[in-house]
């Protein structure tokens, strides 16, 4: 994945920098060189190295995942009964919260993710969503690394007329400049919603968010996806997502703008259309994949399966579906000093997939593939062996 130091678009995102018989060499969690074994194995520096054959296999850098809902609602309750999920995260304390993060946080390890980001967004009030934010710091790089994100979701249309006004005035005024003092989140996304009224709030918001310093990302699953990315490029937000519904005369502005992360998991499991994703890559967007997982309605978290679906079901190449579910995904997140390609001086971040042809990736659809999971230059996860294990053996990871 190495390349320019821009978010991939057009043919670059079909590029994946394949080496052939390739090593890496990692010293001190970095990586220290990546390039031909013949070349790696005659450094200096690799002398006395500990040699993992990964012979036959397909090496590269974790997935970066760069929109999810893993704060909320709770595991067990679905999205649409918020009062009960609410409730759920009001009578737990942060660190019973982190528990449920971190059991997540892990599964995805094992399916090859290193790079997480994570929305907290539950309403109910300052107390709920600073509690969401104070859970995922507990679990920030415990084992992957945690990229947390304040999600504002206005009241629906049609309901008090001034309860959207209301909901940004509080997060601008109150809920936002807490959050940027505290650290307690990289981002601040808004969930998109049509009408020139809301345009003039969401703009407010956007632009608080860039006074505070803080990232800003457009959350466009509902109608208008045209005007949020219109807003998202004109104000250079860090990201948009979804933009399931976007039509293929709004696409102007992407060719110089932010990352749009597309979530083909949220599609299969609506059973509904995903974003026009071959449309957006024509028009030069930079475009990441990941796995919008929340308990309820889309429930997957390994990214192999996203990127088998983005092959599947949105037609890009298995080179772009890898190219948008890593490094990508580190543009998106603003992380790609740290996250999304093996190169010299980066933490070490990889996955060795037990598969000979990364195309493979593309094709298969449910499966884990992953032999190892490397973080910063230590193994978090190895597939386990099948054979039989006496009962006294067995130990649960927790
Ligand atoms: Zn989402």
Wanted: charge should be neutral; hydrophobic fraction near 45%; glycine fraction near 10%.
């Amino acid at each position: 994945m190495r390349g320019p130091r821009e978010a991939r678009r057009g043919p670059l995102l079909n590029d994946p920098g394949l080496i052939f018989d390739g090593s890496v060499l990692v010293r001190n969690g970095l990586v220290e060189e990546v390039g031909p074994t013949r070349r790696v194995e005659n450094l200096k520096t690799a002398r006395g190295a500990i040699e993992i054959n990964a012979a036959g296999r397909v090496v590269m850098p974790g997935f970066v995942d760069g929109h999810t809902h893993l704060a909320f609602p709770p595991p067990g309750l679905a999205r649409t009964d918020t009062a009960s999920a609410l409730n759920a995260v009001k009578s737990a304390t942060a660190s019973t919260l982190a528990i449920q993060m971190r059991n997540y946080l892990r599964a995805m390890a094992r399916h090859g993710t290193t790079t997480v980001e994570a929305k907290a967004a539950c309403g109910g009030g300052q107390s709920s969503g600073l509690k969401l934010l104070r859970a995922l710091a507990l679990v920030k790089h415990d084992p992957v690394d945690v990229v947390s994100t304040f999600l504002l979701c206005l009241p629906p249309p049609g309901g008090e007329p001034d309860a959207a006004e209301a909901a940004v005035v509080w997060a601008c005024e109150e809920l936002l400049p807490l959050v940027a003092r505290r650290r307690l989140a990289r981002f601040a996304d808004i969930e998109w919603s049509p009408g020139e009224r809301r345009q003039r709030l969401i703009r407010r918001y956007i632009e608080t968010t860039a006074r505070l310093g803080m990232g800003c990302r457009v959350h466009a699953d509902g109608d208008g996806p045209g005007e949020a990315t219109a807003l998202g490029c004109e104000l250079r937000v860090a990201g948009i997502d979804h933009l399931e519904k976007i039509a293929v005369g709004e696409l102007g502005g992407v060719a110089s703008g932010p990352v749009v992360t597309l979530l083909p998991g949220l599609a299969f499991h609506r059973g509904s259309r995903p974003a026009p994703a071959r449309a957006l890559l024509d028009a030069g967007a930079a475009v990441a994949l990941a796995s919008n997982f929340n308990r309820s309605d889309s429930p997957i978290l390994n990214m192999q399966t996203v990127v088998s679906l983005a092959c599947r079901e949105m037609g890009l190449t298995p080179a772009e579906a890898l190219v948008a579910a890593t490094v990508n995904g580190a543009y998106a997140l603003g992380c790609v000093s740290t996250a999304g390609s093996i190169e010299h001086g980066k933490p070490a971040d990889l996955i060795v997939f037990n598969v000979s042809d990364y195309r493979e990736l593309g094709h298969h659809s449910g499966m884990n593939l992953v032999h190892l999971t490397m973080k910063r230059g230590e193994f978090i996860y190895q597939e386990g062996a099948v054979a039989p294990l006496a009962a006294e053996h067995v130990r649960l990871p927790w």
